[in-house]
């Protein structure tokens, strides 16, 4: 089992759709990052949790630290948003990531 | 744009070649991290400096090594590549070594043939 799950792996939506993205760990974390991958490979840094609730524009990210649980959601999603959305977490030095959930949001 | 900066974008060469990822970070980020994204392992950690030192160390083969110098760009060396080591390679920087936002490069397609 990995220590980062991800789910949905795969989600297809319709324009406007309200998006939400599980991440579960199962070890100690000092914060967790979520991550954005568009299709040319590059990566931007969307949210960074140790605790809470974090909002901007569209996206909301929150963390449960007793449940070991963060959840991403988009709202009013647009095609743009199509990405692979990853969920990194932070171990002493080191950041473990998940394998990614693959979105694409149809007009 | 992130900031980051990294050379080559794309890079093919042979197996048993050696070859120098380059990475630039943001102005006023003193760590660096690298990672490895391959089809079969997804991202992993490589390496981490801060401030020229060496940090933390991941997933790295003995084949690959890594060093921040004093003007804080950093440079991953890999070496006797394989065909397993084509990959996206990232450079990441955050301000502090501990729980800072991140900021990624665009990264280095590497093609072993």
């Known amino acids: 089992k990995n220590e980062v799950e991800q789910s949905p792996q795969n989600l297809t939506a319709q324009e406007g759709e309200f998006i939400t993205i599980n991440c579960s760990y199962s070890v100690g974390i000092s914060a967790l990052h979520w991550l954005q991958q568009h299709p040319g490979g590059g990566i931007v840094s969307l949210f960074m949790?140790?605790?809470g609730k974090k909002k901007h524009g569209r996206l909301i990210a929150t963390i449960n630290i007793q449940e070991k649980h963060s959840s991403l959601h988009i709202t009013a999603s647009h095609p743009r948003d199509s990405a692979v959305y990853i969920c990194a977490v932070r171990r002493a030095q080191k950041l473990v990531f998940g394998q990614g959930t693959r979105l694409t949001i149809n007009p | 744009d992130s900031g980051v900066t990294q050379t080559p974008k794309h890079l093919i060469t042979a197996t048993g070649q050696r070859v120098t990822l380059r990475c630039s970070p943001r102005s006023g980020d003193l760590s660096v991290y690298w990672y490895q994204q391959s089809l079969d392992q997804g991202l992993q950690f490589l390496i981490q400096?801060?401030?020229?030192?060496?940090?933390a160390k991941g997933n790295i083969l003995e084949r690959f090594s890594a060093q921040q110098f004093p003007d804080l760009h950093s440079e991953l060396n890999l070496s006797s590549l394989e065909l397993g080591d084509s990959a996206l390679y990232f450079c990441?920087?955050?301000?502090?070594?501990?729980?800072?936002?991140?900021?990624f490069g665009n990264g280095t397609r590497l093609t072993v043939t």
């Open positions: 949790l140790s605790s």
């Open positions: 400096y801060y401030n020229g030192e060496e940090r």
């Open positions: 990441a920087s955050s301000p502090r070594p501990d729980n800072s936002p991140l900021h």
